[in-house]
Antibody
């Protein structure tokens, strides 16, 4: 069974940088999948942020692309999210998740436990 | 771009059948995935590719997709099925490509 354990959430002030990491354990090869970040806020619901694979290939939600950096450490089976210049609108619960390619597009079959990041002055 | 429309809430008695719909443009041409999210927890994938179930998901959960509407059907509803349910598609025409519905709160009376 695949498990994703995330950490790094802390309260932020506007203009600061959000940093989260996610460790993967169990299941099949880490390198066979893409790994995503998804956030959930009361105002915008679930929002996909982007994904990365073992070779560092990324895809982003264009609305966040300019502020997002994804990185990966395949030796540790970990991946990370950085979101710069946060505002109150970035307040959300952030999830890491495993992306799976399906018949048409992708779905997310395993998720981390989620972490609330609150942005407030 | 595709906007996925879900009814905010559905109520059903235990043992009955719940149907949760997800409407969007030309849904039948897309693969629809469904997630169950219980309060304070991460979403769990319950149906993918319109009607397939991941390992461990009860057969009571099923899905269909045709025209402009996809449907998640939960038969013999249990109190433990009470949760928010979200649909999701990949839409190459939308900016973000990954599109989620707004969610439906299932209440088991």
């Amino acid at each position: 069974q695949v498990q994703l354990q995330q950490w790094g959430a802390r309260p932020l002030k506007p203009s600061e940088t959000l940093s989260l990491s996610c460790a993967v354990s169990g299941g099949d090869s880490f390198t066979d999948h893409y790994w995503s970040w998804i956030r959930q806020s009361p105002g915008k619901g679930l929002e996909w942020i982007g994904e990365i694979n073992h070779s560092g290939t990324t895809m982003f939600n264009p609305s966040l692309k300019s502020r997002v950096t994804l990185s990966i450490d395949k030796s540790r089976k970990q991946f990370s999210l950085r979101l710069t210049a946060v505002t109150a609108a970035d307040t959300a619960v952030y999830f890491c998740a495993r992306s799976v390619t399906v018949a048409r597009g992708i779905t997310f079959d395993f998720w981390g436990q989620g972490a609330l990041v609150a942005v407030s002055s | 771009s595709n906007v996925l429309t879900q009814s905010p809430s559905v109520s059903v008695a235990p043992g009955q059948t719940a149907r949760i719909t997800c409407g969007g443009n030309d849904m039948g041409s897309k693969s629809v995935h469904w997630y169950q999210q219980k309060s304070g927890r991460a979403p769990v994938l319950v149906v993918f590719d319109d009607s397939d179930r991941p390992s461990g998901i009860p057969e009571r959960f099923s899905g269909s997709n045709s025209g402009n509407t996809a449907t998640l059907t939960i038969r013999r509803v249990e109190v433990g099925d009470e949760a928010d349910y979200y649909c999701q598609v990949w839409d190459s025409d939308s900016d973000s490509h990954v599109v989620f519905g707004g969610g439906t709160q299932l209440t088991v009376l």
